[in-house]
């Protein structure tokens, strides 16, 4: 049985819902606060899908590491505490989650999660022809700096995960950009991947047109949510009170702005930033993407651009650019590859990452009978939206579940 489905939030989260969505027969209408879709979180992000490098941010050990971090000039994490009742709700609880049983735990749910958005987008590009947004099968590289972060890493392997161990050597023979850079050795997974998110989201919003059964309200944000007898009836616009059968929220971590009773979202904007580097053909750009394990920074070569991401910034809600930051990235990735692209053509870009304190996003029916989340992937969002916006259809129109829903279920009420 077709439904009709409003969705709040046109980044990639919404887009590959509504895409699941349509995909299955329902009609469905995207709202967006902004002009354009997939502008703000998803527009210039890292670009790789790491469909087995998953692991939630909160962990045993991380607490006192961050600490260390905070007296660094050059750190990856960046706290500025502000008097916010939800920012520290939202600290206390991560540090709650920060056990090695709860990160273990976790991790699985949502590698669970991520192989099935691999596979969905798969079926996608195959199905569909999906295509248009410089995806390649490209292989992951983390590669270390100090041994015994690396020793750690190589105690966590498994064949399950695809991941070799490899030495600086073998590192440098996959990806020459890498030589002489100090590191002492790396973990390869071949079947990582990478693309263009915010092209992505193009060529979904094309399709998605194409179809006959998506509208786009763009530029149209939503102030309230109207609701009677558990149930939500009406979106309040502007100029307009729009009701609604069912009711995704998607919007990121502006979702929470949309308070309604009963309903709590464990969300908070973790600031990431990237560079868009230029690559000319005199230019050695890494063909494999990069992640710099020591520095917390992502390297993905996507079309003829290189994409360096990095940063976790705890600073409240100011998407603005911070020079210093940029700076910083600028100056280890110039460090790494210093003939990767044209540096002083960058385009600067920050975003804000909406983020649950365990990691694990929320997905799935909320305390309203016919109210959706999906919501909270942090910097995971690209890799774990096709597999999400599936979950999401599946369960809007009561048919079987791909995976087990275990731990991905919304813990907000």
Same mark, same amino acid.
């Given at each position: 049985?077709?439904?009709? =489905?409003?969705?709040?939030?046109?980044?990639?989260?919404?887009?590959?819902?509504?895409?699941?969505?349509?995909?299955?027969?329902?009609?469905?209408? @995207?709202?967006?606060?902004? +002009?354009?879709?997939?502008?703000? %979180?998803?527009?210039?992000? #890292?670009?790789?899908?790491?469909?087995?490098?998953?692991?939630?941010?909160? +962990?045993?050990?991380?607490?006192?590491?961050?600490?260390?971090?905070?007296?660094?000039?050059?750190?990856?994490?960046?706290?500025?505490?502000?008097?916010? $009742?939800?920012?520290?709700?939202?600290?206390?609880?991560?540090?709650?989650?920060?056990?090695?049983? =709860?990160?273990?735990?976790?991790?699985?749910?949502?590698?669970?999660?991520?192989?099935?958005?691999?596979?969905?987008? !798969?079926?996608?590009?195959?199905?569909?022809?999906? +295509?248009?947004?410089?995806?390649? &099968?490209?292989?992951?590289? @983390?590669?270390?700096?100090?041994?015994?972060?690396?020793?750690?890493?190589?105690?966590?392997? %498994?064949?399950?995960?695809?991941?070799?161990?490899?030495?600086?050597?073998?590192?440098?023979?996959?990806?020459?950009?890498?030589?002489?850079? #100090?590191?002492?050795?790396?973990?390869? %997974?071949?079947?990582?991947?990478?693309?263009?998110?915010?092209?992505?989201?193009?060529?979904? /919003?094309?399709?998605?047109?194409?179809?006959?059964?998506?509208?786009?309200?763009?530029?149209?944000?939503?102030?309230?949510?109207?609701?009677?007898? #558990?149930? =939500? !009836?009406?979106?309040?616009?502007?100029?307009?009170?729009?009701?609604?059968?069912?009711?995704?929220?998607?919007?990121?971590?502006?979702?929470?702005?949309?308070?309604?009773?009963?309903?709590?979202?464990?969300?908070?904007?973790?600031?990431?930033?990237?560079?868009?580097?230029?690559?000319?053909?005199?230019?050695?750009? $890494?063909?494999?993407?990069?992640?710099?394990?020591?520095?917390?920074?992502?390297?993905?070569?996507?079309?003829?651009?290189? &994409?360096? /991401?990095?940063?976790? +910034?705890? @600073?409240?809600?100011?998407?603005?650019?911070?020079?210093?930051?940029?700076?910083?990235?600028?100056?280890?990735?110039?460090?790494?590859?210093?003939?990767?692209?044209?540096? /002083?053509?960058?385009?600067?870009?920050?975003?804000?990452? $909406?983020?649950?304190? %365990?990691?694990?996003?929320?997905?799935?029916?909320?305390?309203?009978?016919?109210?959706?989340?999906?919501?909270?992937? #942090?910097?995971?969002?690209?890799?774990?939206?096709?597999?999400?916006?599936?979950?999401?259809?599946?369960?809007?129109?009561?048919?079987?579940?791909?995976?087990?829903?275990?731990?991905?279920? $919304?813990? /907000?009420?």
């Amino acid at each position: 049985m077709a439904r009709q =489905v409003c969705i709040i939030g046109g980044g990639v989260i919404g887009l590959a819902s509504a895409y699941a969505l349509v995909r299955a027969g329902h009609e469905v209408t @995207v709202i967006d606060a902004r +002009d354009r879709l997939g502008s703000e %979180t998803s527009f210039a992000n #890292g670009g790789q899908l790491s469909y087995r490098y998953v692991a939630p941010l909160a +962990d045993a050990g991380v607490p006192l590491q961050a600490l260390g971090w905070l007296v660094r000039g050059d750190s990856p994490l960046k706290l500025r505490p502000r008097l916010d $009742p939800q920012q520290w709700r939202w600290m206390a609880a991560f540090i709650g989650a920060c056990r090695g049983s =709860v990160n273990k735990r976790n991790a699985e749910h949502l590698l669970r999660l991520a192989s099935l958005s691999q596979r969905t987008l !798969q079926q996608w590009r195959e199905d569909d022809h999906l +295509d248009g947004f410089d995806w390649r &099968r490209n292989g992951k590289l @983390v590669t270390f700096r100090d041994s015994r972060s690396f020793a750690h890493a190589r105690s966590k392997v %498994t064949d399950i995960l695809q991941q070799q161990v490899w030495s600086a050597a073998d590192c440098a023979r996959l990806e020459p950009a890498l030589a002489g850079d #100090g590191f002492v050795g790396g973990i390869y %997974t071949p079947n990582e991947e990478v693309a263009d998110c915010h092209a992505f989201c193009q060529r979904l /919003a094309a399709r998605l047109e194409a179809s006959g059964r998506c509208r786009f309200l763009l530029g149209r944000k939503v102030t309230g949510i109207r609701h009677a007898d #558990g149930a =939500v !009836q009406a979106i309040e616009l502007a100029d307009e009170v729009m009701p609604v059968q069912h009711l995704v929220l998607a919007a990121g971590y502006r979702s929470a702005e949309l308070g309604l009773p009963g309903l709590s979202l464990p969300l908070y904007p973790l600031k990431g930033y990237s560079l868009s580097v230029p690559i000319g053909p005199q230019h050695q750009a $890494p063909n494999v993407s990069i992640t710099d394990y020591d520095r917390k920074i992502v390297y993905a070569r996507i079309g003829e651009q290189l &994409r360096v /991401a990095a940063m976790v +910034d705890i @600073v409240g809600f100011d998407a603005g650019l911070e020079p210093k930051r940029l700076a910083l990235i600028k100056r280890q990735a110039v460090e790494t590859f210093p003939l990767g692209g044209d540096y /002083a053509r960058a385009v600067e870009w920050a975003g804000m990452r $909406p983020a649950t304190p %365990t990691g694990v996003p929320l997905i799935g029916a909320s305390v309203y009978r016919n109210l959706w989340l999906n919501l909270g992937h #942090g910097a995971l969002g690209f890799t774990l939206a096709c597999g999400s916006g599936q979950l999401l259809a599946e369960l809007i129109g009561r048919h079987a579940l791909s995976i087990d829903m275990q731990g991905l279920t $919304p813990r /907000a009420a």
